[in-house]
């Protein structure tokens, strides 16, 4: 993730310099170092670059288990924050994250990139605009194969350091996108297992998840790190569906749209024609809108107080499936 944010630093030259690099394997980290033309200093513990005074910001790409202890050194050292998601492990990891980083009056974003992609700020925009009424249903779908992406012992495999598979790793995404376009999920019920075609994986690579929102709504929702191929035929291989009461929206083979309100719509299902970007661009936008908050001191689109709400409803998600009930959500 690390090297998937640096494109945006590298957008952003003259606004934010890297400085310091860090990993525990160190040929990783000099590797990272050898891309920038000042050759940031590189080290192999992360406490060396909170107790730098000359770092103003940290860019957290570790692995999840790290994710709070780092963040709360970060902001009692005074320093801004954008942390990878998932934002924490549980609930009560985020909770202490935000009070932290609030006390200290500093910028803590979480990369959640989703938001960042520029076609979805514009079907957020239609959704606005009551293109298609008011949404009563959503599909969210990703397939993946964990062990043919990451080699047998990574940490992603381990529940203890990911806390969590399939689920908080990677449905967090959508369901992160689902709030930003329709609202609060107000309740969960879910279904998960382990398929053993991830040797090593100790927590769910399937899980079917169905949602209630505030408004209504309802949505359901399959993710797998055990698909041989992925079936799903979009930019992004997952899948989005929105229903709505005068029409609906959906991104196979680019972004569609059928409406009875909007007339260039209105005949079938119509290309959007929207900009469909690189899903790495959606990285650059994101590293942009932090250095934005930290120079104007907005709160971000998807600050760590925003993302509890997500965060909320991932262990909502566990709680559902592990004690069979619908489960509400506990919301900030």
Request: hydrophobic content about 45%; glycine content about 6%; proline content about 4%.
């Amino acid at each position: 993730m690390a090297k998937a944010h640096l494109p945006g630093y590298q957008a952003a030259a003259g606004r934010a310099e890297i400085v310091m690099c860090c990993d525990n394997n160190p040929q990783l980290a000099q590797d990272f170092s050898a891309k920038l033309d000042n050759k940031p200093q590189v080290v192999t513990d992360w406490q060396e670059i909170i107790a730098n005074p000359n770092i103003d910001a940290v860019d957290i790409c570790a692995p999840h288990f790290l994710h709070a202890p780092i963040v709360l050194a970060a902001a009692k050292a005074g320093k801004h924050i954008l942390l990878e998601k998932p934002m924490a492990m549980n609930f009560d990891e985020a909770r202490q994250m935000v009070d932290a980083t609030s006390a200290a009056g500093k910028i803590f974003m979480v990369a959640q990139n989703q938001r960042y992609l520029p076609e979805h700020a514009l079907i957020r925009d239609w959704l606005n605009k009551d293109a298609i009424g008011r949404v009563i249903a959503a599909r969210i779908d990703g397939n993946q194969f964990l062990s043919r992406a990451y080699p047998k012992g990574h940490w992603l495999f381990s529940k203890a350091l990911a806390g969590g598979g399939v689920i908080r790793t990677t449905a967090i995404h959508k369901i992160d996108l689902l709030r930003y376009f329709l609202g609060e999920v107000r309740r969960v019920t879910a279904l998960y297992s382990t398929s053993g075609l991830n040797p090593g994986m100790d927590s769910e690579d399937i899980a079917t998840i169905a949602m209630e929102f505030e408004n209504g709504a309802i949505g359901e929702a399959f993710f797998t790190f055990a698909a041989y191929q992925n079936p799903i035929p979009t930019a992004s291989h997952e899948l989005v569906i929105l229903y709505g009461t005068k029409g609906m929206i959906n991104n196979i083979n680019g972004w569609h749209m059928y409406s009875t309100e909007v007339e260039a719509y209105s005949q079938a299902m119509t290309s959007m024609e929207l900009p469909n970007a690189d899903y790495a661009t959606s990285f650059v936008h994101e590293v942009k809108h932090f250095l934005d908050c930290v120079e104007t001191g907005q709160e971000p689109i998807t600050s760590g107080r925003d993302n509890l709400n997500t965060i909320a409803v991932i262990d909502a998600i566990y709680t559902a499936a592990e004690t069979g009930q619908t489960t509400l959500v506990q919301r900030s």
